[in-house]
């Protein structure tokens, strides 16, 4: 298709950022990790190799993820404990603070909730920033690896990508049947995970992580949480994924809980206040 005579005028329009966030609730990062100097260890879960498994916090706990044997990504899901309808929204998080998360920012819940799950605490990879490709770690941009596109792409029938691994997880740790949960498993936050859009097409592309074993991302759990966690079959992501090609490790994840009395004046957020009534 001709260009209009006005092309390079409409493309030189300024943008304008569609969510400028500075009104938004700030986390108190400085009762955070003061309260963090005071936790104890109070549990842990090792997530095989192209496998996942749930975790659970109470409101007021941190939890780590961790690379321990080998550069390795994860693919999480976060629910509200009492409440599977509360989960994790991964673009109302994207639209709120960017492609990629890091210390200070959060993870946001579903509508007509929409209020903080998780704040990030700590994150040992936030010197990476965005580098050359634009590619940068822990993304919310990716929707998780899973066999429906992959059946789609190769007629493949692989069942250990991340949307199946959660999938499972999530059954044995509530008792639904692999049908129940499947609906329940939701876009992810990709810890670890390397990522951007070329600049040519647009597309979606993953490069290898720069995690390394010692490397993690804490968090503050602001509701009481249930977790799932998939050590994705892609590994560093460095080549592909929905396969058992690569080389993948385990992860960690480790649940702190601080001393009595370290979060006084702090308390769960409440669910959003838009009324509800949608203009009726």
């Known amino acids: 298709?001709?260009?209009?005579?006005?092309a390079a005028a409409r493309r030189a329009v300024k943008p304008v950022i569609c969510y400028p966030n500075d009104t938004l609730p700030a986390p108190d990062m400085a009762l955070y990790a003061s309260a963090r100097q005071t936790a104890r260890k109070v549990g842990e879960v090792q997530v095989a190799p192209r496998d996942a498994a749930c975790f659970r916090m109470a409101a007021g706990q941190f939890?780590?993820?961790?690379?321990?044997?080998?550069?390795?990504?994860?693919?999480?899901?976060?629910?509200?404990?009492?409440?599977?309808?509360?989960?994790?929204?991964?673009?109302?998080?994207?639209?709120?603070?960017?492609?990629?998360?890091?210390?200070?920012?959060?993870?946001?819940?579903?509508?007509?909730?929409?209020?903080?799950?998780?704040?990030?605490?700590?994150?040992?990879?936030?010197?990476?920033?965005?580098?050359?490709?634009?590619?940068?770690?822990?993304?919310?941009?990716?929707?998780?690896?899973?066999?429906?596109?992959?059946?789609?792409?190769?007629?493949?029938?692989?069942?250990?990508?991340?949307?199946?691994?959660?999938?499972?997880?999530?059954a044995d740790?509530?008792?639904?049947?692999?049908?129940?949960?499947?609906?329940?498993?939701?876009?992810?936050?990709?810890?670890?995970?390397?990522?951007?859009?070329?600049?040519?097409?647009?597309?979606?592309?993953?490069?290898?992580s720069p995690v390394r074993p010692g490397d993690y991302l804490e968090f503050f759990a602001e509701?009481?949480?249930?977790?799932?966690?998939?050590?994705?079959?892609?590994?560093d992501c460095s080549s592909e994924h929905s396969s058992d090609a690569a080389a993948c490790y385990p992860l960690l994840v480790e649940i702190f809980a601080p001393a009595d009395g370290a979060l006084t004046g702090w308390q769960s957020p409440p669910v959003n206040g838009y009324d509800r009534s949608h203009g009726r």
């Not at 199946?164 to 997880?169: E, I, M, P």
């Not at 990522?195 to 097409?201: E, I, L, N």
């Open 1 to 6: 298709m001709q260009e209009p005579t006005d």
């Open 63 to 170: 939890f780590r993820i961790s690379s321990v044997e080998g550069p390795q990504v994860g693919d999480l899901n976060l629910w509200n404990a009492n409440d599977l309808s509360e989960r994790f929204y991964s673009g109302k998080s994207r639209a709120l603070h960017g492609t990629h998360l890091s210390m200070g920012e959060r993870m946001w819940s579903s509508f007509p909730y929409l209020r903080p799950m998780a704040t990030i605490t700590d994150d040992t990879l936030g010197w990476y920033g965005i580098d050359e490709f634009g590619g940068s770690v822990h993304d919310v941009i990716g929707t998780r690896c899973d066999p429906y596109t992959g059946n789609l792409l190769s007629g493949a029938q692989y069942h250990h990508c991340c949307h199946s691994n959660l999938t499972r997880a999530l």
């Open 173 to 208: 740790e509530t008792g639904m049947t692999l049908t129940e949960a499947e609906p329940h498993v939701h876009d992810v936050l990709n810890v670890f995970m390397c990522t951007g859009f070329t600049r040519d097409t647009g597309q979606y592309f993953m490069k290898a």
């Open 223 to 235: 509701i009481d949480l249930l977790g799932a966690l998939s050590a994705c079959p892609g590994g």
